[in-house]
């Protein structure tokens, strides 16, 4: 539908971090990318490392696509740990942590450079809207419209299909580092913004976020003053080092208390794997253009996404007495809750 080399209706990329240990898992995703959407559309793909890549994974990358691809790395600020930071403190939290990761210096690196700094690298200057790609992930529709325009037209600003609870040990004091800036900075809350979705019915942070290795974003979002502001008070705060504060609660709470509510969208029609959890749209296993088992999907019922609609119903439509879940709601077990490996 676009050539490669011409203009694009939106100036949008496919955006990955990733290592050069990567490149098999990459190039399993690019396959998949290019099978059920970008083989048409032909938006180009940047990726980016703390090390230079090497020839061999820049080859192996391009002989998938007729797409633009552009490799970048990484500088100190972006990808390094702030003056403010003891070190003394950080390396007595790693020894000790008993969660996932807790032990990885380079995976709050990586969290820290999602949450603050990757829409801040010079290949994505000219880019208005991101998908996010993972290694290792699987996509099973056809996609045959352009989510980069439905985004723009429809006046959505952050987009996601898998939500979840996130291990609370990892973001221990990050719902009251937020609340502190939310009494700083009132008038950054969004006039609908959806805060219900981030508390449990006795009004204590549930840990829920949307999982950030899939999100379509249109990154003035991220560029705007007042996640600027809100990334720059958790940054100072110390949280990505002292705890494990993850992107995905980062980006999450931010689109919550930032964003209207109806500039928030549910992509339930991508059917999508992440090592460890899918979703699957309903019915894909009898018709439609997705080849998935619903079955082994559960999030749709997952506490967190029913959570969300019926948060988004009472901002939206307060008046409704319909219920938006009648069935059980199912709470992943922590197995199911970490996300892929922390890159080395």
């Keep these: 539908m676009y050539h490669p080399n011409g203009t694009k209706p939106v100036r949008a990329a496919l955006v990955a971090l990733v290592r050069n240990t990567d490149l098999f898992g990459l190039r399993q995703a690019i ?23 090497t020839d061999e994974f820049m080859l192996g990358v391009r002989d998938l696509t007729k797409a633009k691809v552009s490799f970048g ?11 403010w930071i003891s070190r ?81 040990d ?17 008038e950054m809350l969004a006039r609908e913004n959806i805060l219900g979705w981030l508390l449990d019915d006795h009004g204590n942070y549930n840990g829920c976020h949307f999982w950030s290795n899939f999100e379509i974003v249109d990154l003035s979002f991220y560029r705007s003053p007042q996640y600027q502001a809100f990334f720059d008070y958790l940054d100072r705060a110390g949280g990505f080092f002292y705890e494990r504060w993850g992107d995905a ?29 899918i979703t699957c749209p309903r019915g894909s296993g009898l018709r439609g253009k997705c080849v998935c088992d619903p079955g082994e999907s559960f999030v749709q019922d997952g506490y967190c996404i029913v959570r969300f609609k019926e948060s988004k119903q009472r901002v939206l439509h307060p008046e409704s007495k319909d219920p938006v ?15 892929g490996p922390a890159p080395k």
């Design 31 to 53: 396959r998949q990318v290019e099978d059920r959407f970008n083989s048409r559309f032909n938006y180009p793909y940047i990726f980016v490392n703390d090390e230079p890549f």
């Design 73 to 83: 790395t990484l500088d100190h600020e972006s990808w390094g740990i702030p003056e």
């Design 88 to 168: 003394e403190k950080f390396e007595h939290v790693k020894r000790t942590a008993q969660y996932p990761h807790g032990d990885k210096e380079s995976y709050r690196l990586m969290c820290r450079f999602q949450s603050g700094y990757l829409h801040k690298h010079p290949l994505l200057r000219d880019v208005d809207f991101y998908w996010r790609i993972e290694p290792e992930v699987e996509y099973f529709c056809d996609m045959d419209y352009d989510p980069f325009v439905f985004m723009r037209d429809n006046g959505y600003k952050y987009g996601w299909n898998i939500a979840m609870t996130e291990f609370m």
């Design 170 to 186: 990892t973001v221990a004091t990050l719902w009251n580092t937020t609340q502190a800036f939310i009494s700083e900075h009132p």
């Design 249 to 277: 609660p980062v980006h999450s709470i931010a689109a919550a208390l930032l964003l209207n509510v109806s500039q928030i969208h549910y992509f339930d029609d991508i059917g999508y794997f992440h090592p460890n959890v």
């Design 325 to 339: 879940h009648t069935g059980l709601v199912y709470v992943a077990p922590p197995s199911f809750q970490a996300r």
